[in-house]
């Protein structure tokens, strides 16, 4: 997973023109912590529901 992304962000540095090189990078935070979210309520919920 942590390789995904890095490599994820080396090819955003590689192909995101220098200019706006920060245009979209306020939405990196928001996009980390809603997938932490999700990944954190699918756990709560599997463990709700998964004991008997």
């Known amino acids: 997973m ?3 992304i890095v490599t994820t962000i080396r ?3 590689a192909h995101v023109p220098s200019g706006r090189r920060f ?3 306020w ?3 928001f996009a980390v912590s809603g997938v932490l979210f999700w990944v954190w ?3 709560l919920l599997l ?3 998964g004991q008997p």
Do not use: D, H, K, V
């Open 2 to 4: 942590t390789g995904t």
């Open 11 to 13: 090819y955003l540095r």
């Open 23 to 25: 245009a979209g990078w």
């Open 27 to 29: 939405i990196l935070p």
């Open 41 to 43: 309520m699918i756990r």
């Open 47 to 49: 463990r709700l529901f």
